[in-house]
T-cell receptor, first 112, second 111 residues
Framework: NAGVTQTPKFRVLKTGQSMTLLCAQD?????MYWYRQDPGMGLRLIHY???????AKGEVPDGYNVSRLKKQNFLLGLESAAPSQTSVYFC???????????FGPGTRLTVT | DAKTTQPTSMDCAEGRAANLPCNHSTISGNEYVYWYRQIHSQGPQYIIHGLKNNETNEMASLIITEDRKSSTLILPHATLRDTAVYYC????????????FGSGTQLTVLP
């Protein structure tokens, strides 16, 4: 039981490049979330999903897209990366709603 | 969601109880108090949550005042590995919209 895994762990992009971050969970959770965390700040919700095939916007959705084609996977896409998107990205999942959330180890993204 | 206020930082001696306060004076009747922590560079970890009764699990105890306007997370025997940022979050259970973590309390456990 791996819990929540994220791929990749580190990435450096140039401005304008695109990439996809992959989150996978093996706990059969319905809800999945993407957060970003900037230095010295708390987590901010980017997008979330309440089930396979659904997505919804969080607090800071601009510049990101997401997809939940399979229940166990939640993808976060950056179509045209900007330096302001330099951050640590965390994925999380929960059985239902906002109960106990399980977080992945994070992806450190640098956009130059 | 109700706003929470936590001290920026606290120290605690190893082996002693760590008491982390949180004020949430505008909490609604259907909002729960959740505690998470984040050890440096790792993903956040759920600790405990409660509505109005005190709660205890293998990690910690949560004491919520009778008026529910404040709460305290207690780590009974702090270890060096408990050094982390602790987040107090007030939230309606079952809702995932507009979730925001604040800046939390940096707890440093001293040897």
């Amino acid at each position: 039981n791996a819990g929540v895994t994220q791929t990749p762990k580190f990435r450096v992009l140039k401005t304008g490049q695109s990439m996809t971050l992959l989150c996978a969970q093996d706990m059969n959770h319905e809800y999945m979330y993407w957060y970003r965390q900037d230095p010295g700040m708390g987590l901010r919700l980017i997008h979330y999903s309440v089930g396979e095939g659904t997505t919804a916007k969080g607090e800071v959705p601009d510049g990101y897209n997401v997809s939940r084609l399979k229940k166990q996977n939640f993808l976060l896409g950056l179509e045209s990366a900007a330096p302001s998107q330099t951050s640590v990205y965390f994925c999380a999942s929960s059985y239902v709603g906002w109960y106990e959330q399980y977080f992945g180890p994070g992806t450190r993204l640098t956009v130059t | 969601d109700a706003k929470t206020t936590q001290p920026t930082s606290m120290d605690c001696a190893e082996g002693r109880a760590a008491n982390l306060p949180c004020n949430h004076s505008t909490i609604s009747g259907n909002e729960y108090v959740y505690w998470y922590r984040q050890i440096h560079s790792q993903g956040p970890q759920y600790i405990i949550h409660g509505l109005k009764n005190n709660e205890t699990n293998e990690m910690a105890s949560l004491i919520i005042t009778e008026d529910r306007k404040s709460s305290t997370l207690i780590l009974p025997h702090a270890t060096l590995r408990d050094t982390a940022v602790y987040y107090c979050i007030v939230r309606v259970a079952g809702s995932a919209r507009q979730l925001t973590f604040g800046s939390g309390t940096q707890l440093t456990v001293l040897p």
